[in-house]
């Protein structure tokens, strides 16, 4: 297996992040009101622990699965990582704008809460992706 | 996917071979790197940098060009 524990644990948190909050997001939209209500926020408070959780059992399994100890990131471990959060950098900008957005044309914090949570998730998976896409395909 | 994308080959392999069979893991240990970026270089799909270029050539006693080559595309003329 020529993948690294770096590459795999991307792959969980990919699997993850997109599972626990797209489960998040399919539950509470449509809003039933303007503003984000406490049962909201118990159910993302619950889902974030259950993602710690994920994280933590994958990372356990991988590490029980390796073959071999992963050194220190070396140079090309550092590259992947900046392409990475390059892209990462672009979606969260793109769902700032789109959270300013929503706080000039929506009453209430419901969709600026959202559209600023969406932006965090999508900026993490396209870091996870974009990792992924690099160690896979090389540049 | 796996496709090269670099202009740079190398005979990593023929040299690991030729010393004694080394591994991708020793080879890595020897440079620093870690044994999948030996496994992308080995593949073309990651040019090292200079140093690591020159770390890979010191282990097996042989100049840069014996284990790198470059490969320009082929232009008009």
Do not use: C
């Amino acid at each position: 297996m020529n993948t690294s524990f770096k590459e795999n644990y991307q792959w969980v948190n990919l699997i993850g992040v997109a599972a626990i909050y797209g489960y998040y997001f399919a539950k509470i939209l449509p809003p039933a009101g303007r503003d984000v209500t406490a049962e909201q926020i118990v159910l993302f408070a619950s889902l974030l622990v259950l993602l710690v959780v994920i994280h933590i059992i994958g990372a356990i399994v991988l590490i029980a699965l390796a073959r071999f100890k992963d050194p220190d990131p070396d140079e090309r471990d550092r590259l992947v990582g900046l392409k990475a959060r390059r892209s990462a950098s672009w979606v969260l900008a793109l769902g700032t704008a789109a959270g300013m957005a929503a706080a000039w044309f929506t009453e209430g914090n419901f969709w600026v809460m959202h559209t600023l949570l969406a932006s965090m998730v999508l900026a993490q998976l396209a870091e996870s992706a974009t990792q992924v896409f690099y160690y896979r395909r090389g540049f | 996917m796996g496709k090269s994308v670099s202009h740079i080959s190398n005979n990593i392999r023929a040299l690991r071979f030729n010393h004694g069979e080394m591994t991708q893991l020793e080879l890595a240990e020897k440079v620093g790197v870690t044994r999948q970026t030996v496994y992308a270089i080995e593949k073309n799909k990651y040019s090292p940098s200079l140093e690591v270029a020159f770390r890979i050539a010191t282990v097996f006693g042989v100049p840069l060009e014996e284990v790198f080559e470059y490969k320009p595309d082929s232009g008009p003329g």
